[in-house]
């Protein structure tokens, strides 16, 4: 008995095609001073977040 060989994929050709980033989305995802900008805001952001639960916690246990 022998084993049928394996399938393969095959993918329709417009799912090969993507789209490319302009010259702008590229700086500004490789240009390191906006990335340090970005990773400040997003801690902020997670931060804020995180002490708004802390605090609503502490209030519901003391009340």
């Known amino acids: 008995m022998t084993t049928p060989p394996p399938k393969t994929l095959t ?6 095609a993507f789209v490319r ?3 702008w ?3 500004w995802r490789t240009f390191v001073p906006w990335q340090l900008v970005r990773f400040a805001m997003i ?3 997670i931060s804020v ?3 708004k639960s802390h605090d609503t ?6 009340t």
Do not use: D, E, S
């Open 25 to 27: 989305t590229v700086f």
């Open 11 to 16: 993918t329709a050709p417009r799912a090969l």
């Open 57 to 62: 916690q502490v209030r519901r246990k003391g």
């Open 43 to 45: 801690n902020l952001k």
């Open 21 to 23: 980033p302009t010259r």
């Open 49 to 51: 977040m995180i002490l």
